[in-house]
């Protein structure tokens, strides 16, 4: 049996014969009326005692209809075949056609001698928005009954999943339990399965995953793959190495994520999950910039650009130190003049200092876990003094929980990412004349470098800014149109840039405060646009840059002393096409002495080409294809510029079109 739904609001009923191979195997028998809107979802239980199964159908009309399907004997199928047969001589009859618009019950015959009833059981109501997805968990348990052997899975997008069962004395299917944000930051669910009987699984509009586990008679969320739903072109890693960062470029999705290994925290979920989502309109390269005092590491600010004209910087809020240092020890302070213990005490509302902070859109309520709420149904807000002394809020009944006791652990699930890891906004950076396209930032991170759109050459300036003061000191002039990538050499010393007008610009850096970068190099010879460029070849010398060709898509770079200049040195004329992200590896491959390049190309796919270090040859081979690949067009490739592992392990982050950020361990074979 088939069982097909659409946009006709009905649930079509077809059979494939799976002996017979031509366009007669499938044969159409009815369509289930019912539903008043699009069919979204269904599933037919397992069968039982007469062959008897249990469809359920959703649909946009916010309710769940559940059809019950049984063979008849030939006695029953008789009586039910003439009661068809009286309805079919008088179709024009009023009644007739109101029956048909409300008819509840069905007669299928297959072949000669089966004859199938589908009788409609229940309807259930719960949902108030559209029903998108049922799932159904058959317990192995005899009962009398077969449904209440059922448990039934159901998300909407009224922001809930809810679980239901049979009611024993009844018989009437009741929801259970209901799973879901009431309030606050809450998801429209697209769909949701049963893991086990203990275990749900959902998915919301903005791409995050959810998870519940039923453990001492409550459900509790888990910590969960989370991520984005559109274009991820650009990521990188933070200044120790140890979080990849990973920005979006769509308006659509305005999300910026932060990732931690979290196989320390939750032994059960072997997998990376975000420390923190910020809730911003970004989608370029986050700043490289760390501060520390003393040998003591601070929040790393990040500066982010988006498709608007201005730059934005951002602070570190307090919520993520507390769940950094809930990770990985103490190893970040959130103030130079104040230990985490006193900040603490001023979230606590235990100075006065507190009652005087910004609330706004990037700053959010906070509240103390061990506080008190007021309550006052007279007054739509409160103040700081209709509240115990340790609560800050500007609404009612309002607060975030960002100060944990430290006996409880912190849970990454996408409740705690939406609410309590904002990052205030600390500055605006302006200058550019259009929308924002690329960024960098040195290794040190005293500089940032900017480009933003254009189709004139004096729009294709590229700014540079001081970390230090965040204010623009000079503009390098170079390109005729838009630049599509910049990124500093290893030891800082130059700039490399490829732009749209086919051309790509080298400049070094020098010790002029107010033009600290000189052009010394433009490459006209380019045949095509170049969409990807990596100079970081461990030596600083050797770059390369990759375009959307069929033949020398990948081209290397090298530096002569007796020039000063780079010339091509070599190029890989098969294999590759359609190139669009490449990294270098951060030293010379371990297991061969060579150099080595991760390149991801247009398809998706995600290879690693060597050549020997020292040597006359110039011809780089494929040394390994990855196993699993992206599916759309690869943005960007990050190397982790450590040390490898002793067994010559490195790690390396990339992102693409799929909305997937992922993160390889590989070891190059010798």
């Given at each position: ?255 910026l994520l932060v990732l931690q290994d979290a196989q320390r925290v939750v032994r059960d979920l072997q ?54 240092n809930k990770y990985n020890g103490d190893c970040l302070r959130f103030s130079k003049e104040l230990t ?152 800082d010393k130059y700039l490399l840039c490829v732009s749209k007008d086919r051309q790509f610009s080298v ?164």
């Open positions: 049996m088939l069982l097909i739904g659409g946009f006709d609001k009905y649930v079509h009923v077809y059979t494939v014969d799976t002996q017979v191979d031509s366009s007669e195997a499938i044969e159409y028998h009815t369509s289930l009326v019912g539903h008043s809107d699009s069919i979204r979802d269904y599933c037919v239980s397992r069968a039982y005692a007469n062959d008897m199964r249990y469809i359920f159908s959703c649909s946009q009309d916010c309710l769940i209809r559940v059809w019950r399907l049984i063979k008849l004997d030939s006695a029953q199928a008789e009586i039910a075949e003439e009661e068809e047969k009286k309805l079919e001589e008088y179709p024009d009859d009023e009644f007739v056609v109101e029956h048909l618009k409300t008819k509840t019950s069905y007669i299928l015959r297959f072949g000669d001698e089966s004859v199938y009833n589908i009788t409609l059981s229940s309807v259930l109501q719960y949902h108030s928005q559209s029903v998108t997805s049922v799932r159904l968990f058959e317990d192995d348990q005899a009962s009398e009954d077969p449904l209440h052997n059922l448990s039934l899975l159901s998300s909407s997008f009224d922001f809930t999943v809810c679980i239901w069962k049979v009611d024993k004395d009844s018989g009437i299917w009741t929801v259970e339990t209901t799973l879901g944000e009431m309030s606050g930051n809450k998801h429209a669910f697209f769909g949701a399965e049963f893991l086990d009987e203990h275990k749900v699984f959902a998915y919301t509009y903005n791409g995050a995953f959810h998870r519940w586990d039923f453990k001492d008679g409550t459900w509790r969320p888990k910590p969960c793959i989370t991520g984005h739903f559109d274009e991820i072109p650009d990521l990188d890693w933070d200044p120790e190495q140890e979080l990849p960062r990973d920005d979006i470029q769509r308006p659509d999705d305005k999300n997998t990376t999950s975000p420390r923190l989502r910020h809730q911003l309109n970004a989608f370029l390269k986050s700043m490289n910039s760390k501060d520390e005092t003393a040998g003591v590491k601070f929040g790393p600010h990040i500066v982010s650009g988006a498709d608007e004209k201005i730059l934005r910087v951002f602070d570190p809020p307090f919520s993520f130190v507390k769940a950094a985490n213990e006193e900040v603490e005490q001023k979230i606590l509302g235990k100075h006065s200092e507190v009652a005087s902070m910004t609330l706004g859109l990037m700053n959010k309520p906070i509240l103390s876990k061990s506080s008190l709420k007021a309550d006052d149904e007279e007054n739509a807000g409160v103040t700081i003094e209709d509240f115990q002394p340790d609560v800050l809020t500007n609404q009612k009944d309002v607060g975030e929980e960002i100060v944990e006791d430290s006996t409880d652990e912190f849970m990454l699930n996408e409740e705690f990412l939406m609410s309590k890891t904002r990052w205030p906004e600390r500055n605006k950076l302006y200058g550019h004349a259009f929308e924002l396209y690329c960024i960098a930032t040195t290794k040190k991170g005293d500089y940032i470098v900017t480009a933003a759109k254009s189709k004139k050459k004096k729009y294709a300036n590229i700014f540079v800014w001081t970390v230090d003061s965040l204010n623009p000191i000079c503009q390098l002039t170079a390109h005729e149109f838009t630049v599509h990538q910049m990124q500093f050499s290893p030891d400049f070094e850096r020098n010790d002029d405060e107010k033009q600290p970068f000189k052009l010394v190099q433009i490459q006209t010879k380019l045949t095509k646009e170049s969409f990807g460029a990596d100079p970081g070849a461990h030596n600083s010398k050797l770059f390369a840059t990759g375009s959307k060709e069929k033949t020398n898509s990948l081209k290397f770079w090298d530096y002569s002393d007796e020039k000063a200049e780079w010339f091509e040195h070599s190029c890989v004329s098969q294999g590759l096409n359609n190139v669009t992200a490449l990294a270098f590896f951060p030293a010379l491959i371990l297991s061969s002495s060579s150099f080595g390049i991760v390149v991801g190309q247009d398809s998706g796919e995600l290879t690693i080409w060597t050549k020997p270090h020292n040597s006359e040859v110039k011809e780089w081979t494929q040394a390994m294809e990855f196993s699993l690949n992206h599916s759309m067009t690869v943005r960007r490739i990050k190397m982790k510029e450590d040390l490898p592992a002793e067994d010559g392990t490195y790690h390396v982050a990339t992102c693409a079109n799929d909305a997937t950020t992922r993160i390889y361990q590989i070891k190059v074979p010798t």
